[in-house]
Every structure is written in structure tokens, then in C-alpha cells.
């Protein structure tokens, strides 16, 4: 199980990356932590005439902490996301879901670009970026532009990139006020990729009334979803006459998910009925006590 | 630079060592191959099993999920870089000893090596932090339960008690 | 109870450990052999189909490319197969190393390509074309075997693998006739494997001009290995030597040469030149070898106080194309054991065996367990039938002490099992009552919680060609011991366990004993490690030569010591009067004395002291066992959680209790796997769906439960009193797991008789 061959490129700049994407066209793949394109590529099940690694650009690995934003290079290894205090502090949501990507070994590899480029719809960063209206900045010839995560992902394994741009960094917004966060997910044994899961942002208002709330699917579309019907249900609602099993069917309703060996989409619905419901109250717990 | 044949410098357990390989061929290839350290296994060779585990400037990775050419550079450890230099074992290595944490010994190097990073940055898990520590290493002799001791004993100081 | 020894009964730690935990173990893969080329399989990508022409053009024309053989190039001048433990005319598949006229299961390889590096040898295998006009797939047993079936093997003219009738009796009639209740019900097994971690593998060297091979290989049996090669090649077998290094583990997938190593001993003769093969892990789960999946039928006659009268068994094996050994079937084994820890009275037992156009079946762990996963989940459900406990019926009908000697309907012999001590204890360590009421207070409150047993009888096969092992004892000259077995440990502790036995038997220091195995030119002829042997007939060599040469030590030491051999003792590599610890001769003396100072040995003092030892033990040697579970079952997501799981077994005298429970983990945690998370899946057409670690599930740390044991110690009648245990682990476990879900689905009403066990297939249940 080896990869077919490739010439190697390693770009010291953002701007010498782009230009060698540029050069190469379709032939050119981006390689970040290499934790899911790797094992593609060993299996054949991938393959490129130029690979370019952007392991080597140290400007894409920073966590950047504004009043309403947090700043995380691309290259920032999920690992070292993980643990970063200012993620942690301002962006809880990124850092609840960090520890259900793969293992701690994979961690160490992979990074938080790389896994929004990969575009996995099962995977944790993109449904984090998605629900809280994260910004995906990439850079290509042109000038750098910013794309909302919700138009970031298209589909299974694919995303609005063009073939000479790189992502070069997320800006996830904060949450301020009586917020809580939660990551809920179902695996077949811990580290595997998510039958269905759910992540939640909620902030509660006066009289405890859900003021803001964000629920994101994973596992069960082509991209990571947000689940509007049930948000636009919970808002405005007090927090103790939520009857979270029902936003919970409201949030897979509209959901087509994928079949495969592990499950069903019907099966796979029914355990993001539980997974939106159980993210959903603890965090209205934690917005509520903290 | 763009290639498609590579030199590679890394230190690997101490040493400095340099390598001509193709792009593509592995780290965890490289290290058995051309270093000649076949502790450091290949059970799957696309990024589940663990046995090729290894440290990357301290980082425990995959080496079958890491090419040679993105190591350049780096400070590698491998399975038979944890003993003492004196012979005998490390801490680890006794645990697993002790506990009969091992069978036929593929996989063990991958358990050793990730045990060994992770106690260093979490001396005081507990047991369920330590199972889900030890997720990322397959075994199929133990039933993990002399691992999952092991790594009890390890981090508990006991060994040399 | 045994008194343990200085050795023999002690966790001792192990003396592979340094090597294998500093990374100085040396597994095939570590061989580099010079000139070595690397070989890759081309495998058909479709189920089955007539291979109208392989195109190796331009792989052959690929910088480094040495060789592509196809079936044309490699297969003339090859013999037949045929493995030892089954004999030369056995039922098999026919056997061809590489597709010839057609291809048999997606997997099937076509050709081999032998190429300077692994890398290119990859590159290569992509560039052979196969043209192949594909034939309907076989895949579903019942169906294989109707009239307008397509046919796995068109030469042996039907899929019918092979065939056990059944053999009825008036008495097993007259027992369903006048049965109180009759249950039937029919369990089904999925398709799982092996899965050691370390992949099939092997380096092969022909010598051209002294017509020798050499192979290292990844096996469980080196002198098996040795004669499917002789066989093959037709070459003497002192021609070939075969060297097993440190083997990472194989769980019965490495008992047998197959096509692949075959076809690459083929090839480094043909060529001229050493060859490696690795297989990866992708070739590993796709033709590897597969395991488990059969269905049985049982019907149970019981009368009203629930023993049970007769029983009736019907087995339908898929062997897939190319089963190893013979033709895959596991019914023989089954139908002698089926009985198991029970009182049953009559019985008949019948199976057919179906080719299918799959990979084929190799040995696992257990290979015939199929009658107790089918035998105990049928107790359990007689038991709810019954409305009783299915503890309470186990006790009923479980063979006690006072029946023992007790010969089963298929004519086995117990003397010294114990199945109601086992159930007894791991009832009582499970804390079984308690378990009832915490389950019915907790089932109030909606949980679904559940306990499962599970009873077997496992049999160490030393039948036939399994019925001897050897052992080499050896003073060397500076008084240490060297012990040669023809064992193959491969995990199995025995390079621990064996210097036990022989460290307690010949009194020398433990750490005295060098082990030696895994070299056919120089070690004893040893029928391979598995089938729960070793600690029955290796243990058995061992002993027997450690007690041949400590006589010849003794002999030797009355001589210098002019006193009678009775009046010796031998104790921490010395010989001495009883009680005169002054005059004891050091090993070390006694070996100089006789290597080389012989000249002033008395006349007729020993001189050899070296013995070689073969051990015959008898066809069978049953140990047994008791697994109860508890579980809980989450109705919304169906995860089954296990609660706790104990086992209670008696395998007589434990050489090294650490090793015995090392063994049950490593089989208790194949059958939680097997159960809830591994799966080999083929769709519909006939495509394998899990050929990566990413589909096919292997448990971990984080999934495995605390084991807990308990331990009966009912010696054999074997000198050593041991009996074998490596498979019963992963023998009992999937029933002990499934009736204890089950146990807790039953407040509604669910039986399942089919797995895996996986969420979703218990969502699927409960929701109809």
C-alpha cells in the first residue's frame, strides 16, 4: 500500500504555494497535515502529479484573538488549537470539538485548514465553522477573499476553492453574553468518524428566553448542515418549556444522510435526533449556570 | 523546491542521519529501510493501527501518514530510542513488562512510543483519559487489559515499586 | 489443586519482552536478504468471471521490473497441495496459485509482479490489464447450492464443499416424540477473520546450484510450511529450510501456507532470485482468509422439568472459493463437541459446506464454534420459553462432578472438566442474584439491562498428525541449558512457559534456559502452534526431555560423587548429596567434566547431555470454561455498553497464570469484536465493502471491558496435569454477549438470532 509517484514542491510563502498551484493546474494537490489525504493517496484512491506541502509556511500557523473574532491559521495543528487558551476562552465550540477528531496522534498532524479543505462531511471543524458562521479567508492570484463557511462547503469532499487558491485561515466570531456550547456525537468505537452528531452555540436572554441558538449536523448530508428549522423554533423560546426531542426532529427533518456498511440514513437520522437534542440541553445548561 | 528525488537530514534518536529517497516514500519507510530501525512497524499503512508510531520533534505521529521529505530537518524518536541508553528498559517499557501488556509484539512499539509522549504531557490521567489515550493503537493479542495496566502502572510511578 | 513449583504455576514475566518492547524484535518484514526483489499481486476486481487475456506489457516494460507471472508462466511444473491435517484426498478446492481461466471472488489473484522496491512493484501491478467477461457471483449458500446456480468451481462439477449427514437414532426419535417442549430456531453468524496485526509475509531464496530453498516466513507452523513447499516444488523437505522469526500474531490465518506464499516460492525458483512479500493490509482483509459465517439450525427436545432429551443440528458453512485447510468445512470438530458442558442424550448433527464466490475461509480461533454460539444462545432461549432462568436451566442439564466419566452422545470422554464448578463461580463473581434485582429495579426506570452466560467445553486437538510434539534439552558446556522445540510461539508466551516447565523439571535456574524455535534445519518436527496444543503436547516434550537429561545429569554426578543416584538432589543447577550441600556439583563442572575432562570420568559416565524428547499426547484434552456478561442496551442509539465480564476456566495446571489470562483477554476481546464491531461485508454484486481499518472495526482500549477471572484448577490426567485454552475465549464470548443483549431486549419482546449485534441492527430490531 504506496503511493503512486509525485514531484514533492515546498513553498516557504503563501505567495510561492499559489504560484506552484497556478503552474500545475489539476495535476497540483495542496498537502497540509496529510492525516486524510495520505491514506488516500496509499490506497490509490488519490493521486498527484505535484504535491505542495505548506507544511513549511510558518506564517499559517497562529491563533489570533480580537474582540469579536478569533484569527486561526490554517496550518495551526488541531492539537495546538486544542489547547490554545484564547480558542478555549472565545471560542469554546472549537475546542469542545477538537478532542472527537481521530486520536491524539492524528491531532498532532492534522490541521484545522486541512480538515476544511479535506471537507469531510463527518468531521467536527467544518460543522464548528458552519455553525457559528465562521469566515474561510483564501488566497489565490487574485486578492484574498473571505467565503462564509455555509458557501465554503459544496458538497462531499469538495469545496468552493478554485484550483489555485489556498485557505490560509478560519475567523470564527464570539459569542459573548450567557452563552454555552456543546459537542455531541455518536462513533462507532471512540476516534471514528460520527454516525451522526451535533454541535450547539445558545445564548440566553432575559427571562431565560433562548436568544440566539446555532445547531450543526454532521454525518448527515453531503456538507455540514445547519439545522434553521429548529434554531428558528428554539429562539425566542424560554429555555425550561423546550421540548428538545422535538427541535431535535425538527433539525434531521429536511436531512438526507448517506448510507454505507455503518448505517442507514434512517438510522443515522434517529441518532441526530438524540445528538441535537442531548447538544442542545447541555448547553442551555452551561449558558444557564456556567 | 520541487523534486523528485530528495535529500533528507533528521537527527533520529540522537544521530544524525541523511537519506536520498523518492517524494513519496514514507517516513515510517524510511526509518526501516534506510536507518535500518525496524521497531517502528507497518500494520496498515493508512493511519489507523498505531504500530508505526513515532515522535516528530516530540509529537507523537503516524509515521506511515508522514513522507520522509516533510521530516527534513526534524528530530525523530523511535521505539528504540526510549531505553536507557545503558540498557535495560524505560518506565514504559517496564509497565508493559510487568503487566504482560504484550503478546507477540507487533504492535507494542506503537503502544510504547504514544504511552511514553502522552504520560509526559499528562502525568496523572485518569483510567478513562488513559482508554481513550490508548485508542489509537490496535492490538489483537491483549484484549488491551494488560495495556490498559500497564499504562496504570505507568503512570502511577509504581514500577519501581 | 496443584502446589505450584518454583516455576511451574508462577507469573513469571516473560523473556520475549526486552527484545519485542525495545524494538529489536525481528519479524519478517525485517529481513533483508541481498538481491532481494519485492513481489505485488495483481487481484481480480470481480467476483467472478473468465479471464479472457492479462495485457503485462507495459508493466513488464517499467524500470525495475524483473518479472510478471501470470498463471501461463508460474504454475507449470507445480504438484499438488495438500495439507498434513487433512490428508492428500481430503475434499478441497482445487488448488491453483494464481487464476487461471476465470476468477473466483474479487481478491482472486492473477498475476505476480517481482520488482526491485515495494514502491514500483505497485506501480507495476497497476499497469497488467485483466480482461475479464464477468459470470453471475455465488453468494447466498441456499441459493449456491439450487440447479440453476452458477458454479464456483466448474470442475468439481456442484458448490457443495463438502457434506456431514445426519445420523439419526430411534433413541434421538423417541426423544422429540415424547418431548414436554420442543424449541427450534435457527443463529446465524457473520463473515469476521483473524486480523493478527502483523500481515501475511515471507522472503524465499532458491540456491539454484544446490537445489535448496530457504524461506522466512510469517507462520504459525514452519515444518507445515516446509512440506506444502516440498509438496508443491517436489523437492526433499531437508532441502528446504523454513525460519519463522518473531511472528506477530496469526490466530490461525498463518497455520497454512496459501496461495500467495505458494505462488512466491513458485516464483523465486523460477527466478533465480530472493523474493519479499509483504501483504498489506488491504490485501490482508480482502483475501487473507475470512472466517464465521454459517447459520445453524437447532431443535431442542426437552421434557417439563426443562432437561433436555435430544437435540437435532443442522449447519450451513459458506466456505467462500478457496477455504485453508482442505475444503473449509468446521463440521467434524463441531459435531464431536457440540455437546459440550451438557447432558444430552442423543443427538444428530448434519452440515453442508458451500462454495461461494468469496474469500475463502481459514482457520480462526476456535474454527468450529459455531456450536456453542448456536448451542448456548438456544439455551438461553429454551430458558425463556420455558419462563425460567437461564442460569437455573444450565443447572439443570451441566455435567457435574458426579457424572464424570462422563462420554457424550458424539462420544467424547470427560474425566477431569468441571462445567457446574465454572457456572457456579461465575454466577457467584458476577454477583448473578444481585444482578436479577438491580435489573428489575433499573428495567422500572426504563434501562435495558442484561446478563448473558456462556458454557463450553474446548478441546486441545492433539489428533493425528497434531499428536506430537519435540523438545531438545541441552547442557552446554558452560553448564547453561539450551531448549530446541518444534513449537512456533507466536505470542503464546512459550519461550516463557516452555523454560518453566523445563527450569522446574531438570532444577536448573529459569534464567539458565536459551529457548530456540522457528528452524526447520534445526529444530525437533513440530505440528505448528495452535489448536490449544501447546500446553498439552509441547509442555509434554518439554518435560519429558528436561526429566530424560536431568537423569543423565544425575548419572553423571553419582559418578564423580561415587554415591548412589538415589541419594542426589538437583536443585539451582546443581547436583549434590541430599544434605550435604558442600558436595554439590555446579552444572557448569558436570558439563566441563564431560565435554572435556572425560578422560577422567569413571567408565560408562554419561557423556551426551543432550536428549531430544517426543511427547504423545492423547487426541483430546478438555479443558472448560464459564463467561457471563452484563450489559446495557441504549434503545435511542443501540450502543451496547458492557457492564462487566467474567470468566471462570479450569485448564488444570496453569503453567503461568499471567500467560492463561493473557490468552482469555486476547479471545474474550475477538468475540466482543466479532459481536458488536467487526464485519466483513459483501454487497449484493459480490464487492467486499470492508477492506480497510477505516470499515472493518477492530476494537479498542477505549471499547474493551475489564475482564475479570476466576479459576478452577481440575488437573489432567497428563503428566503436568495442563490443558489447553488459547481459543476458548473467543469461543464463548459472542453468546455470552449475545444473550446477555438479548437477556436485556427482552422486556420487548426481541430475540435476535442474527449478527453482528451492531447499533443499528438493534435499532432495526426495535423499531419493525
Not at chain 3, 119 to 136: H, T
Request: aromatic share 6%; net charge negative; with cysteine.
Amino acid at each position: 500500500m504506496k503511493a503512486a509517484p509525485f514531484c514533492y514542491h515546498r513553498p516557504g510563502t503563501v505567495a510561492e504555494a499559489v504560484e506552484t498551484l497556478a503552474a500545475f493546474g489539476d495535476g497540483a494537490k495542496v498537502l497540509a497535515g496529510g492525516q486524510s489525504l495520505v491514506p488516500l493517496m496509499a490506497l490509490r484512491l488519490a493521486r498527484a502529479e505535484h504535491l505542495v506541502d505548506l507544511g513549511r509556511i510558518a506564517a499559517l500557523r497562529y491563533v489570533r484573538g480580537a474582540a469579536d473574532s478569533v484569527a486561526v491559521g490554517a496550518m495551526t495543528v488541531q492539537a495546538a488549537a486544542g489547547r490554545d487558551p484564547v480558542i478555549a476562552a472565545s471560542v469554546p465550540l472549537l475546542a469542545r470539538a477538537i478532542p472527537f477528531i481521530g486520536h491524539f496522534q492524528v491531532r498532532n498532524r492534522g490541521t484545522v485548514g486541512g480538515s476544511c479543505a479535506h471537507a469531510d462531511p463527518s468531521a467536527e471543524i467544518p460543522a464548528v465553522a458552519v455553525t457559528l458562521d465562521a469566515e474561510l479567508e483564501a488566497s489565490g492570484r487574485g486578492r484574498p477573499r473571505l467565503i462564509p463557511a455555509a458557501k465554503f462547503f459544496t458538497s462531499t469532499f469538495t469545496t468552493s476553492l478554485e484550483p489555485d487558491e489556498v485557505l490560509t485561515a478560519l475567523h470564527f466570531p464570539v459569542w459573548p453574553g450567557r452563552s454555552g456550547f456543546a459537542v455531541r456525537e455518536f462513533a462507532r468505537r471512540r476516534g471514528d468518524f460520527a454516525v451522526a452528531g451535533a454541535v450547539c452555540a445558545v445564548t440566553l436572554g432575559q427571562g431565560e428566553r433562548i436568544e440566539r441558538v446555532a445547531i450543526g449536523l454532521l454525518g448527515l448530508g453531503a456538507v455540514p448542515l445547519r439545522a434553521a428549522a429548529a434554531e428558528r423554533a428554539a429562539t425566542g423560546t424560554a429555555a425550561g418549556d423546550l421540548d428538545v426531542t422535538e427541535i431535535g426532529h425538527l433539525a434531521v427533518a429536511d436531512t438526507d444522510p448517506p448510507d454505507d456498511v455503518h448505517a442507514t440514513p434512517g438510522y443515522r437520522r434517529r441518532v441526530g435526533v438524540a445528538m441535537a437534542a442531548r447538544a442542545l440541553t447541555a448547553a442551555l445548561e452551561e449558558a444557564a449556570h456556567g | 523546491m520541487e523534486t523528485q528525488v530528495a535529500q533528507v537530514a533528521m537527527t533520529v534518536n540522537g544521530t544524525p542521519r541523511r537519506a536520498t529517497v523518492e517524494p513519496r516514500k514514507t517516513l515510517a519507510d524510511t526509518l526501516r529501510e534506510d536507518f535500518g530501525l525496524t521497531g517502528t512497524h507497518l500494520g496498515c499503512e493508512h493511519g489507523v493501527c498505531g504500530a508505526c508510531t513515532v515522535l516528530v520533534d516530540g509529537a507523537a505521529i503516524r509515521a506511515c501518514l508522514m513522507f520522509a521529505v516533510q521530516a527534513d530537518g526534524s528530530e525523530v524518536v523511535t521505539v528504540e530510542g526510549l531505553a536507557p541508553a545503558g540498557g535495560g528498559l524505560s518506565a514504559v517499557q517496564r509497565a508493559f513488562r510487568e503487566e504482560h501488556g504484550l503478546q507477540c509484539g507487533f504492535c507494542t512499539p506503537g503502544f510504547v512510543v504514544s504511552l511514553t509522549a502522552y504520560l509526559r504531557d499528562h502525568p496523572m490521567p485518569s483510567g478513562a483519559e488513559l482508554r481513550d489515550a490508548l485508542s489509537g493503537n490496535l492490538c489483537r493479542c491483549t484484549g488491551y487489559q494488560g495495556i490498559i495496566a500497564a499504562a496504570r502502572r505507568a503512570a502511577g510511578g509504581m514500577e519501581d515499586q | 489443586m496443584t502446589v505450584a513449583g518454583r516455576y511451574v504455576g508462577q507469573s513469571v514475566r516473560r523473556q520475549e519482552d526486552p527484545r519485542l518492547l525495545t524494538g529489536h524484535g525481528r519479524y519478517v518484514d525485517d529481513i533483508v536478504v541481498p538481491g532481494m526483489l519485492h513481489a505485488a499481486f495483481v487481484r481480480s476486481s470481480v467476483p467472478h468471471g473468465l479471464l479472457r487475456g492479462v495485457d503485462t506489457e507495459a508493466a513488464r516494460a517499467l524500470p525495475g521490473v524483473a518479472a510478471v507471472l501470470t498463471a501461463a508462466e508460474l504454475h507449470p511444473g507445480l504438484h499438488p497441495m495438500w495439507q498434513t491435517m487433512m490428508g492428500q484426498d481430503a475434499p478441497a478446492a482445487p488448488f491453483r496459485p494464481l487464476a487461471d481461466a476465470d476468477v473466483r471472488y474479487v481478491g482472486d489473484p492473477i498475476a505476480l509482479v517481482v520488482v526491485e522496491s515495494r514502491y514500483i512493484a505497485e506501480d507495476a501491478a497497476e499497469l497488467v490489464v485483466a480482461d475479464i467477461e464477468p459470470l453471475p457471483p455465488v453468494l447466498d449458500t441456499s441459493a449456491a447450492l439450487g440447479d440453476t446456480a452458477s458454479l464456483v468451481h466448474p470442475e468439481l462439477g456442484s458448490n457443495l464443499a463438502g457434506e456431514l449427514p445426519a445420523a439419526g437414532s430411534p433413541e434421538l426419535d423417541a426423544a422429540f416424540a415424547s418431548a414436554a417442549l420442543v424449541a427450534t430456531e435457527t443463529f446465524h453468524q457473520h463473515r469476521y477473520a483473524c486480523v493478527p496485526m502483523e500481515t501475511r509475509g515471507l522472503v524465499a531464496q532458491w540456491d539454484p546450484a544446490g537445489e535448496q530453498l530457504t524461506v522466512w516466513a510469517a507462520t504459525q507452523g514452519p515444518h507445515e510450511f516446509r512440506a506444502i513447499c516440498g509438496r508443491v516444488l517436489g523437492l526433499p523437505e531437508p532441502r528446504i529450510r523454513v525460519i519463522m522469526g518473531d511472528v506477530g500474531g496469526g490466530f490461525g490465518q498463518k497455520m497454512f501456507p496459501m496461495r500467495e506464499e505458494i505462488a512466491v516460492v513458485a516464483a523465486t525458483r523460477q527466478l533465480g532470485r530472493p523474493v519479499k512479500w509483504i501483504e498489506d493490509r488491504n490485501e490482508n482483509l480482502l483475501g487473507g482468509g475470512h472466517a464465521r459465517e454459517e447459520q445453524m439450525t437447532v431443535s431442542v427436545a426437552a421434557d417439563d422439568a426443562g432437561h433436555f432429551t435430544g437435540v437435532r443440528v443442522e449447519q450451513l458453512e459458506n466456505v467462500g472459493a478457496y477455504p485453508f485447510p482442505g475444503n473449509g468445512s468446521t463440521a467434524m470438530a463441531g459435531s464431536m463437541i457440540f455437546p459440550g458442558p451438557y447432558r444430552i442424550p442423543a443427538l444428530s448433527y448434519a452440515a453442508r459446506a458451500v462454495y461461494t464466490t468469496t474469500c475463502g475461509r481459514c482457520a480462526y480461533r476456535g474454527p468450529w464454534m459455531m456450536e456453542t454460539v448456536a448451542r448456548e444462545q438456544m439455551v438461553d432461549l429454551l430458558a425463556r420459553r420455558l419462563g425460567m432462568d437461564p442460569l437455573e436451566l444450565r443447572r439443570r442439564n451441566v455435567i457435574t462432578a458426579e457424572d464424570l466419566p462422563f462420554t457424550t452422545a458424539s462420544g467424547m470422554v470427560y474425566e477431569t472438566v468441571s462445567p457446574a464448578q465454572t457456572l457456579e463461580q461465575a454466577a457467584e463473581l458476577i454477583g448473578y442474584d444481585a444482578f436479577r434485582r438491580e435489573q428489575a429495579a433499573e428495567r422500572e426506570r426504563g434501562r435495558l439491562l442484561g446478563i448473558g452466560l456462556a458454557l463450553y467445553i474446548e478441546p486441545s486437538q492433539s489428533f493425528g498428525p497434531l499428536g506430537t510434539d519435540g523438545a531438545t534439552v541441552r547442557l552446554e558446556p558452560d553448564g547453561r541449558v539450551a531448549l530446541v522445540m518444534g513449537t512456533a510461539s507466536h505470542g503464546q508466551s512459550l519461550e516463557t512457559t516452555m523454560a518453566q516447565v523445563v527450569a522446574e523439571h531438570l532444577g536448573c535456574d529459569l534464567g539458565d534456559i536459551t529457548f530456540v524455535q522457528g528452524d526447520t534445519a534445526y529444530v525437533p518436527y513440530g505440528a505448528g502452534t495452535g489448536g490449544s496444543r501447546s500446553a498439552v503436547v509441547a509442555a509434554g516434550a518439554a518435560r519429558q526431555a528436561a526429566l530424560a537429561l536431568r537423569e543423565r545429569i544425575v548419572t553423571l554426578a553419582a559418578a564423580v560423587l561415587e554415591a548412589a543416584p538415589s541419594d542426589l538432589e538437583v536443585a539451582s543447577s546443581a547436583v549434590g548429596v541430599r544434605g550435604d550441600p558442600a558436595s554439590a556439583l555446579p552444572f557448569a563442572k558436570l558439563a566441563g567434566l564431560a565435554y572435556f575432562g572425560h578422560a577422567a570420568l569413571p567408565e560408562g559416565a554419561p557423556v551426551a547431555l543432550e536428549v531430544t524428547e517426543r511427547f504423545k499426547a492423547p487426541p483430546f484434552t478438555f479443558s472448560n470454561a464459564c463467561h457471563a456478561a452484563t450489559v446495557e442496551v441504549d434503545a435511542t442509539t443501540g450502543q451496547v455498553s458492557i457492564l462487566r465480564y467474567v470468566v471462570s476456566e479450569d485448564c488444570g495446571v496453569m503453567i503461568n497464570p499471567m500467560v492463561v489470562e493473557g490468552q482469555i483477554a486476547g479471545g474474550v476481546l475477538q468475540g466482543i469484536g466479532g459481536v458488536l464491531y467487526e464485519h466483513m461485508v459483501y454487497d449484493g454484486d459480490g464487492n467486499p465493502l470492508t477492506t480497510t481499518f477505516l470499515d472493518y472495526l477492530l476494537p479498542t482500549a477505549a471499547e474493551a471491558p475489564a475482564i475479570e477471572y476466576g479459576h478452577v484448577e481440575t488437573a489432567s490426567r497428563l503428566p503436568g496435569g495442563a490443558k489447553g485454552m488459547g481459543e476458548g475465549g473467543a469461543i464463548a464470548s459472542p453468546p455470552a454477549l449475545a444473550n446477555a443483549i438479548n437477556d436485556a431486549l427482552a422486556p420487548l419482546g426481541i430475540h435476535l438470532t442474527r449478527q453482528p449485534m451492531s447499533p443499528a441492527a438493534i435499532v432495526a430490531a426495535l423499531t419493525p
